[in-house]
């Protein structure tokens, strides 16, 4: 099975962008469909972008929707978000999922999950 790891989060300023990297550890991740969900502190964990495992089937949340892009390059076994126009909304702890079921962008399918990368957005 596969244990995503993600990297690159940290504090930034509203309006600025940040680049969110998924790694797969004992596994590649070319084999599942992988997806970016978030938490804020007292709310429920919300999707943010899913991905088929060929790259050519998306979906964004509404809240990041036109603001988010996601990607994936199997060969180097890792999957991307970019987020730009962050917003002080955005400060969560994004985590990196995935699933070896068809592609969903509902949270309940995802089984492998890594252990979330804190993104503090400043206003």
């Known amino acids: 099975q596969v244990q995503p790891v993600e990297s690159g989060g940290g504090l930034v300023q509203a309006g600025d962008s940040l680049r969110l990297s998924c790694a797969g550890s004992?596994?590649?991740?070319?084999?599942?469909?992988v997806g970016w969900f978030r938490q804020a502190p007292g709310k429920e964990r919300e999707l943010v972008a899913t991905?088929?495992?060929?790259?050519?089937?998306?979906n964004y949340g509404d809240a990041v929707n036109g603001r988010a892009d996601i990607s994936r390059d199997n060969t180097a076994n890792t999957v991307t978000l970019q987020m730009n126009s962050l917003k002080p909304e955005d400060t969560a702890i994004y985590y990196c999922?995935?699933?070896?079921?068809?592609?969903?962008?509902?949270?309940?399918?995802?089984?492998?999950w890594g252990q979330g990368t804190q993104v503090t957005v400043s206003s």
């Open positions: 999922a995935a699933t070896p079921r068809s592609y969903s962008s509902g949270i309940e399918a995802y089984q492998y």
């Open positions: 004992g596994r590649s991740l070319s084999s599942y469909v």
């Open positions: 991905i088929s495992r060929s790259g050519m089937v998306t």
